[in-house]
Each structure stands twice: as structure tokens, then as C-alpha cells.
């Protein structure tokens, strides 16, 4: 049984900043644009936060990480106002942009986290008829019996290592994302803790900490015996804090899915997950979602209001 709805990549609304004005991503459902428009993290934090617009390959510095197909598209950072304590590598979702969230994130009340938004490359896509869009790997369905693209998902999940091992050895490091963003991110965090990718190449960053927004665990029948196969691994994956987080009228990742997806990981030994769940929440985030996930960043990689 298949989990994922085909939604056509249709191209987000630009999200930047304009004097007085935010325009918000597709990701943002309508209903709650205002709501984010209101709150309290808008225009205070906006103001103020240096970012910097770099190119993929600029920002992965010396890598020589290559996608499966296409090319790596922009990424933007996004640092810190107080002492660097974090780096997040916050991926976005299917047929987005690194700019999709790059505006929101900036608006978080997290003073000590440098956030980095890269872009995917564009490439067809199964579950959306071939049709080019932005994606971290091919997908077809979220069923077990379908396909995963290892391929994909091995060159994303080391194009994020390469930015994270730039980090400072005391700076904690963590990723999330979106959507297919977060699928990817729940791979990556696995195999730092594995220590290697499904082809066999060495993982060399400990990732700290993940994150997934409407996401799903990509490739999650292989994890069961690449844990066993590597038990050293258990004590890492018990330690790594997971938060996931899933709107209840999710029609396009259903809810169900990413319930399945957490119950999968902690089954596996990855037994620090928290799950939330939204009613009346589709696939996109509103602002008791996002409080809920900066909460978390504060509690699980000691981030405090202002440093």
C-alpha cells in the first residue's frame, strides 16, 4: 500500500524580505500565513541577520560530492546574531528552493544557530510523471515494495556531510528539512550514526541531532539488517535526538506514513524520537509547529533564548 500522493512541482512563491513585507512559500498553508505574519518572530529577528547567498559548490568548499543528476543549486546561510553554538543544514521539500525556507528560518528565536539552506538539483522524478523539479533523489512511492533511489540518497546525504565537516569541532551540527527534506535528513542521521552510506563509504561527522517536518524514512527495509550488521552503532543511535512532526489532513505524505517511519526508526535502536502530531494541519507548517520544533533545538542541543 502506497503512503505518498503525486503532487505536481509547481513553482513556491518567492519568499524574501522587503522592507515591511514577507511573502511565505507554498509550504505555508494559506489559512496560517497570517497567523505566521503576526507572530511574534517576525519582523524583530528578521532585521538584523546576515545572509549570505553562495553558490552549492562554494559552500561545500573543497568537496567533490557530485548529485546523480543535475547540478547542486544555491544555497543560502544564514548566521548567527549571538555566539555560534549550532549549525543546522535545513533541506527543503519537493520542487522547492533553498529560499522556500531560508525566510522563515531567519525568523526563529535561535540567536546561536547558522542555519545552511542549500537547493537540490533538478531532475525527473518518478512520482510526478518524469516531470523536472528540484528533488534529493528519484522517488515513485512511499510503499515498501517500491524502489529507493540509493544513489540519490547517498550523494544528498554526503552532499550535506561535506558541509557540516567544514563545521568547528565545538560547534554541534544537525540536520532537518521538510517533506522530502526531512526524508532526507532521517537517511543522512542514520548513517552518520552507521558510519557509512549504503554503498560502504565511510560517514565521518557525528551528526547531534534531526529533524523532519512531514517526512518519511527513505530506504527504511535496509535499516534493520545495516543495524545488526553494525551493533557498534546501538548505543549512537539511542543517544541521537529525532523530532518529527506530521499535520493530521496530510494528503500528500499521509499522517500514517510518518508514524510508521517513527515507530521503524525506534525499532531499530533510534529510541530518543519524539512524534507530534497537528489536527487540522495539511502538508505545510504553521507556527505551533514551529515553536514546538525550537523548543526542542533549546532542550536537545542546549540553544538558550539569546547568548
Request: aromatic fraction near 8%.
Amino acid at each position: 500500500m502506497a503512503y505518498f500522493k503525486c503532487a505536481l512541482a509547481t513553482k513556491p512563491y518567492s519568499i524574501c524580505a522587503q522592507g515591511d513585507v514577507v511573502l511565505l512559500p507554498s509550504i505555508v498553508s494559506t489559512r496560517h500565513r497570517a497567523r505566521l505574519l503576526r507572530s511574534r518572530r517576525e519582523f524583530p529577528v528578521l532585521r538584523g541577520r546576515r545572509i549570505c547567498g553562495i553558490s552549492g559548490m562554494d559552500a561545500a568548499g573543497s568537496s567533490t560530492v557530485e548529485p546523480s543528476q543535475g547540478k547542486w543549486g544555491k544555497t543560502i546561510t544564514i548566521e548567527p546574531e549571538g555566539k555560534h553554538l549550532v549549525t543546522v543544514v535545513w533541506l527543503h521539500g519537493l520542487g522547492d528552493t533553498g529560499h522556500g525556507w531560508a525566510s522563515i528560518l531567519k525568523t526563529l528565536s535561535l540567536n546561536n544557530i547558522r542555519w545552511i539552506v542549500p537547493t537540490a538539483p533538478v531532475r525527473p522524478v518518478t512520482i510526478n510523471n518524469g516531470y523536472p523539479c528540484t528533488a534529493w533523489f528519484d522517488v515513485g512511492s512511499l510503499s515498501d515494495e517500491g524502489p529507493d533511489d540509493i544513489l540519490g540518497l547517498d550523494s544528498s546525504a554526503a552532499y550535506v556531510a561535506s558541509f557540516l565537516s567544514k563545521e568547528p569541532a565545538d560547534v554541534k551540527v544537525a540536520v532537518g528539512g521538510f517533506s522530502m527534506g526531512g526524508a532526507t535528513s532521517l537517511y543522512t542521521a542514520a548513517h552518520s550514526v552507521l558510519g557509512k552510506y549504503t554503498d560502504g563509504k565511510a560517514f565521518t561527522r557525528k551528526i547531534d541531532a534531526v529533524m523532519s517536518l512531514s517526512g518519511w524514512l527513505p530506504a527504511g527495509k535496509l535499516l534493520p539488517k545495516q543495524v545488526a550488521e553494525t551493533p557498534d552503532c546501538l548505543k549512537l543511535a539511542a543517544e541521537l535526538p529525532i523530532f518529527m512532526a506530521h499535520g493530521k489532513n496530510d494528503f500528500i505524505v499521509y499522517h500514517n506514513f510518518g508514524e510508521m517511519s517513527a515507530r521503524a526508526l525506534k525499532e531499530c535502536g533510534f529510541k530518543n524520537v519524539t512524534f507530534k502530531s497537528y489536527r487540522g494541519l495539511d502538508h505545510s507548517t504553521t507556527p505551533e509547529e514551529l515553536d514546538d520544533l525550537c523548543e526542542w533545538i533549546k532542550q536537545e542541543l542546549s540553544v538558550p533564548e539569546k547568548v
